[in-house]
């Protein structure tokens, strides 16, 4: 059964810094690995998919890499806006299954 | 490019009503699945369906069911609310077996009273 976990649970950084947000999973047969966005009360924004055959893939100020052998994804963002702050999710599906298993987010603030 | 659509936004029910919800999916995208969020558990699975079949299941009570329209659209049905049933519900719809990416909705804010 896959799990998904992100620490921390919440990050708080000032404008400009660059961060990484981190996503563990228990199930090395993970097939792909989707970051997602969310702002309150609103549904789910994709941000980047990173398919088995891929180790990482970019967008704009994000970077998002995937271990397998480890179990650990991550999103770096580049000199982050306050218009970043959001709760980040990170997402896993085996192979042939288009369930994902969700972590429970990391909440980041960016202090103007 | 239309994206995943659902409605309605807000519905409140009292307890021991039935709800359906609805999602239609981005042009051309077959698959659609259906998530509960709430803040104790988190995102959910609930199924998924594909050409009108359901494909998966997650582990939830049988008064939810679903189902799957020819057009792709897709309905979720909750028999006998419960309070523990107040929750955002999202769909998401993907290609599936082309890409995996999924794309989701805005969700539906149902209210148990």
């Known amino acids: 059964k896959q799990e998904v976990t992100q620490i921390p649970a919440a990050l708080s950084v000032p404008e400009g810094e660059n961060l990484v947000l981190n996503c563990s999973f228990t199930d090395s047969a993970i097939y792909n690995l989707q970051w997602f966005r969310q702002d309150p009360g609103k549904g789910l924004t994709s941000l980047l998919l990173i398919q088995s055959s891929q180790r990482e893939q970019t967008s704009g100020r994000l970077n998002a890499s995937l271990d397998k052998s480890s179990g650990r994804s991550t999103l770096y963002i580049a000199a982050s806006q306050p218009g970043d702050s959001a709760t980040y999710l990170c997402?896993?599906?085996?192979?042939?299954?288009?369930?994902?298993?969700f972590g429970t987010g990391t909440r980041l603030t960016i202090i103007p | 490019k239309a994206g995943v659509t659902q409605t309605p936004r807000y519905l409140i029910k009292t307890r021991g009503q039935q709800v359906t919800l609805s999602c239609s999916p981005i042009s051309g995208h077959r698959s659609v699945s259906w998530y509960q969020q709430t803040p104790g558990q988190g995102l959910q699975f609930l199924f998924e369906?594909?050409?009108?079949?359901?494909?998966n299941k997650g582990n939830f009570p049988g008064r939810f069911s679903g189902r799957q329209f020819s057009n792709s659209r897709s309905e979720m049905n909750v028999s006998t609310l419960e309070l523990g049933d107040s929750a955002l519900y999202l769909c998401?719809?993907?290609?599936?077996?082309?890409?995996?990416?999924?794309?989701f909705g805005p969700g539906t804010r149902l209210t148990v009273t």
């Open positions: 369906y594909f050409s009108e079949t359901q494909r």
């Open positions: 997402a896993g599906a085996n192979f042939g299954n288009e369930k994902l298993t």
């Open positions: 998401a719809s993907s290609f599936r077996q082309t890409s995996y990416e999924q794309y």
